[in-house]
């Protein structure tokens, strides 16, 4: 009778087992020695006295003992090997620098950090109608011969054609630039409703441009600096000056060596 009282709780199947035993066991380690937890002690106890969980105990440590018998690879096993352990920490850093997606963050972190870079710098130099300088080698770079009215004169001569046709004021040509041969000109309006004189040269295909100094957004008088300034935009350079208001640039497409013969031996 004994017997037959032992036998039974084999015929009960693991999933007759209370939901909170079912999940214990589910997630006992295979080493039960490593069970510290009271309540997986006892699911484990109840979950023994089932025959389905007997076969799956034992299907597990077979597939233990197989696993460990798979002889390890000698490149493979140096990982693991107790120097390898120890000086990890210290090559962690290397394995870090190798995967693939922190090389391509760090690309791309030295790319933004280089654009701001750059933006630094061009902007470290500026003046006062230096962006409205900028946005005008755009336009003297897409601009044609044939949008301009030729004129064929000395530069220095300009100011009184400005005057007289389009009554800008004060727009001269400085002396530096003042002998260069003119092949054209005109006067429009920028998006800002301020009116540009253009001059097109015949040396080195310079480009003139003659606008208002940028204003004191308070005051509204014009921002004065001393001297002569350079921009560069997308292959063409700009030497300005500001004399009553009105500022002048010369442009071309080259960079600051080819402006600074004009203007070297001029005061600041």
Known sequence: MAQRDRAEPRDMKFSQLPRRQRILVQCAPI?????????MRGALSQARKTEDFAHQENFDRAVVDLVRAIPIPPDIAEWFSPEHVISGPRRAWQRLVRNPAIL????????????????????????PGATKARKLLEVARSTKSVLLEPV???AGTLGDLFFMKSRLERYDVPEEFAELRTIGWRVFDDEEGQRIAQVWVSEKRMQFFLFPAEKNPKTGAPLHFT??????????????????????????RGREKDLAPYVSKSKD
């Open 31 to 39: 080493n039960q020695e490593l069970v510290n937890d009271r309540g």
């Open 152 to 154: 064929k004169t000395s």
């Open 104 to 127: 391509a963050i760090g690309l791309a972190l030295a790319v933004i950090a280089g654009v701001f870079t750059y933006q630094f710098l061009e902007h470290l130099h500026d003046f």
């Open 227 to 252: 001297g002569w300034r350079y921009v560069e935009h997308e292959g063409w350079t700009g030497v300005v000056h500001e004399a009553s208001g009105v500022c002048f640039m010369a442009s071309l």
